[in-house]
DNA sequence: GGCCCTCTTTACAGGTTCTTCACACCCCAT
DNA sequence: ATGGGGTGTGAAGAACCTGTAAAGAGGGCC
């Protein structure tokens, strides 16, 4: 079986992931993502604090195995941080690590 | 079990459904619907506020596993949506996200 | 039968999203 | 400082999703 979603609420900062219902909310206001950039931040948001290869969200999101070329996470990882800078320009989610991965953590940008 | 419906009334703008009597009223007069139109207005109506995925409205109503390529939910919802338009037309109820299914809410319609 | 009404399915157009590619830039080891 | 793979990102076409008209199927009634 899959990670566990069941009623989840995933918080960080002031984002609210609510998978099973489809919503994100960033202090309290809708964020408009497609399934693609939900998936995505979900399974970050699950991980969060750890770098995660872009195989892992590959094989999780994607469901199918991931192939070195494929620039789909790095694609929608830009997406995704270009909508949350828009929603949250404080705060800044998804730390590139270079060689290894990404990793999700909510961190207050250096004034 | 399923949802309790009973002796409900469910308001959402200027429109009343009582799914028990088979009627739904807009704005005091009552709307003609057939079966599945009031079923379907009835689960999106008790789902008021959240995104419902076409595959929870179809087993809700019409009581049997969805396929994806079953266009019905979307059918009614244009049937649907041209009766409360006919009747409301200064307001819309049922949203559409993209990849996901539907929400009803009530909203004024902009100006 | 013929008519009417409802429900289901299909087809197509139009729109949105997803995938892939290309190129610029970045980071690190040498 | 330089080279080479790693990363950011715009753009274009493919793939997918939605709205809707229309045709077919079934039932009830006269």
Chains 1, 2 share one sequence.
Do not use: C
């Amino acid at each position: 079986m899959g990670v566990a979603t069941n009623g989840t609420i995933l918080r960080a900062g002031a984002l609210e992931i609510r998978p099973e219902e489809f919503v994100v909310r960033a202090a309290g206001r809708p964020l408009r993502l497609t399934v693609r950039e939900l998936q995505l931040l979900t399974a970050l948001a699950q991980r969060s604090g750890r770098i995660v290869s872009r195989e892992e969200l590959y094989t999780e999101v994607w469901g199918e195995p991931f192939r070195k070329s494929d620039r789909s996470v790095d694609v929608y990882v830009g997406k995704l941080r270009h909508k949350l800078e828009d929603a949250l320009p404080a705060s800044s989610f998804i730390h590139t690590h270079f060689g290894f991965g990404y990793r999700f953590t909510p961190e207050r940008k250096a004034p």
